[in-house]
Nanobody, 115 residues
Framework: QVQLVESGGGLVQAGGSLRLSCTAS????????MGWYRQAPGKQRELVAT???????NYADSVKDRFAISRDNAKNTVYLQMNSLKPEDTAVYYC?????????WGQGTQVTVSS
């Protein structure tokens, strides 16, 4: 089993920045695709960004040029740097680890952007 522990959420004003972190409990981290997803109230969970084991990144159109995903394999940690935050970025953000056709999820961290 893989445990994912997220941190870094909080309340920020529009235009501000936050950095989310997610640390995995298993060494398969370096072989895994990592991702951040978010779910706003009344909406479905949606992809925010992913990063493969080789470092290839992918972003939702709504966050391109504002968010950056990165990983530190030595620390089993993936990051999401969020800049120029907007009220519509308010959601619970979930860390995801994908390996060998298995998905593992963190408990989620709340991000609230005030206008």
């Amino acid at each position: 089993q893989v445990q994912l522990v997220e941190s870094g959420g909080g309340l920020v004003q529009a235009g501000g920045s936050l950095r989310l972190s997610c640390t995995a409990s298993r060494i398969i981290f370096s072989l895994s695709t990592m991702g951040w997803y978010r779910q706003a109230p009344g909406k479905q969970r949606e992809l925010v960004a992913t990063i493969t084991s080789g470092g290839t990144t992918n972003y939702a159109d709504s966050v391109k040029d504002r968010f950056a995903i990165s990983r530190d394999n030595a620390k089993n940690t993936v990051y999401l740097q969020m800049n120029s935050l907007k009220p519509e970025d308010t959601a619970v953000y979930y860390c995801n680890l994908y390996y060998a056709s298995n998905n593992f999820w963190g408990q989620g961290t709340q991000v609230t952007v005030s206008s």
